[in-house]
């Protein structure tokens, strides 16, 4: 069955853009995965943890034969891959790969969260979130999330880094 999933990127160390362009690379590589669509790159203000670099932020859509946990094995093998270490809690990173959206399903475990769980409190996801998807409605809420969005907190700390150009899902990286 073909299931669809959005997928946050976050980068703040070293060369941001190549981690994000290696952490889609290595997705689309997985053949039961297809790049459907995906948003800008922004740089953002840290949020959390505010002692650190600005992030690249971007958000993909992809769809696929994976279930949410296979999906989410492969984001942490791409994160370990590109040399991700977990030393502060919200701390810098070359990547993180967060699954905000599997279908429209509710997941509670102890491994998995989805819809990822502060959605609603990061401009620097909403806001990619909403480019590519503007009708977009979380699990178990009846208002579409651009709605609940109105009132972004921080939106100022987000702003365009790279703009999308096309439609192509991999123009983004050709220019
Ligand atoms: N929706 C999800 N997407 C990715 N990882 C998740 C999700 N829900 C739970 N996790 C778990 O969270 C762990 C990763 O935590 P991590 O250190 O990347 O958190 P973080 O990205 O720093 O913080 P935050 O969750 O606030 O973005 C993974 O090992 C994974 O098991
Ligand atoms: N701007 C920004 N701030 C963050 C980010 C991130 O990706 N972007 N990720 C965090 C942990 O998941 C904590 N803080």
């Known amino acids: 069955m073909m299931n669809t999933a959005f997928i946050s990127l976050g980068s703040n160390i070293g060369d941001r853009f190549s981690y994000l362009q290696d952490a889609i690379e290595m997705l689309s590589s997985n053949k039961k995965i297809n790049m459907v669509n995906y948003s ?26 994976l279930s949410p946990y296979e999906l989410l094995e492969i984001c942490l ?34 491994k998995l969260t989805v819809p990822h769980p ?10 990619p ?19 609940l969005a109105e009132e972004i907190p921080d939106k100022k700390g987000v702003q365009i880094w790279k703009r999308k150009n096309g439609e192509d899902a991999f123009a983004l990286f050709e220019s």
Do not use: C, H
């Open 118 to 127: 502060r959605i609603q409190e990061r401009a620097f996801v909403m806001i």
């Open 40 to 65: 800008s790159v922004y740089e953002t203000d840290p949020v959390g943890y505010e002692d650190q670099d600005r992030f690249l932020n971007m958000v993909i859509q992809v769809d696929t034969e």
């Open 129 to 147: 979130l909403l480019e590519i998807k503007p009708d977009i409605t979380l699990p178990a809420m009846d208002m579409p999330l651009r709605i």
């Open 77 to 110: 093998a791409a994160e370990q891959e590109l040399g991700r270490k977990r030393l502060i809690k919200w701390g810098p990173r070359t990547i993180d790969l967060d699954i905000l959206l599997y279908n429209q399903d509710n997941i509670e475990s102890e």
